[in-house]
């Protein structure tokens, strides 16, 4: 006999099926509703369906078009960010699981194609969410990119690795900043108290097209910026605004050892 547990979200006192909900996943993941639909095997309608009914039960829009795509409102990011969690939690076989950002996105799903790591899981997400997963011992390894976060693991029994560093892209359009919800934010917004440069965040966003097209000043990893072939002048050199990229991992772990040698033979820097 084979049992297998399932979970499903309530959102305001409203059931939200797990079909729904790995449509929105597949939604974030290709960046379309036809490649979500083309992914899971069903119709265009159908994934605007589920999606409608999502957004019925938060009361808010969960996804938002862009020029480059379709991504997750904040609102539809933590509803993925949840569903992704709880399955997790009742799943009876989690292979290794690796959390990362989308700066260093690319960079692992090369790693696992070079070592030919097909049972890995890859979760995408910002540092608060990636740091919360290893403390759950939902994740078996993390790449973090800010090192403020760090801190986050004191005592915490898990081994930490420098595997590389990465410089950021700072675009002075004036005081006013949207914040990008990945990179080393923290750090960078320290480098501006440091200059004592007036700024206030008028917004936050999930999206790099959103950002870029704000007409807002922000910060952005140049390596992200490079991977998806953009060029963008920066007020300072990137190198003064570099940052460690650390890997944190179960201590004698085998697989998360073989992943970080990878990962540092990439000679980020």
Avoid: W
Avoid at 121 to 140: Q, Y
Avoid at 154 to 177: R, W
Avoid at 196 to 224: A, C, I, P, Q, W
Wanted: with cysteine; glycine share 6%.
């Amino acid at each position: 006999m084979e049992i297998r547990v399932r979970t499903e979200q309530i959102i305001n006192g409203q059931g939200v099926t797990n079909r729904q909900l790995e449509a929105l996943i597949a939604v974030a993941k290709t960046g379309s509703m036809t490649a979500a639909a083309r992914e899971l095997g069903i119709s265009v309608p159908v994934v605007h369906r589920y999606i409608s009914n999502i957004e019925s039960a938060a009361g808010l829009p969960v996804t938002v078009s862009t020029p480059s795509g379709t991504s997750l409102t904040p609102v539809g990011k933590e509803i993925a960010e949840r569903f992704a969690e709880s399955e997790a939690r009742v799943s009876d076989g989690r292979g290794f699981t690796v959390c990362c950002s989308p700066v260093t996105e690319e960079l692992m799903t090369s790693v696992f194609s070079s070592l030919k790591l097909t049972d890995v899981e890859l979760v995408i997400s910002d540092d608060v969410h990636n740091v919360r997963m290893m403390k759950e011992g939902l994740a078996d390894l993390a790449l973090i990119d800010d090192p403020l976060y760090l801190y986050d693991f004191d005592e915490m029994g898990y081994d930490m690795d420098e595997v590389g560093y990465m410089g950021m892209v700072y675009v002075d359009n004036g005081p006013e900043f949207i914040r990008y919800k990945y990179g080393a934010q923290r750090v960078a917004f320290m480098f501006l108290e440091s200059m004592n440069r007036e700024h206030t965040v008028v917004s936050e966003t999930y999206s790099l097209s959103e950002m870029l097209g704000s007409g807002k000043s922000f910060f952005v990893d140049e390596y992200l910026l490079t991977r998806k072939r953009l060029k963008i002048k920066s007020a300072v050199d990137p190198g003064v605004l570099r940052h460690a990229i650390t890997a944190v991992f179960r201590e004698n772990d085998r697989t998360a050892e073989k992943i970080i040698a990878a990962v540092k033979a990439r000679h980020l820097a």
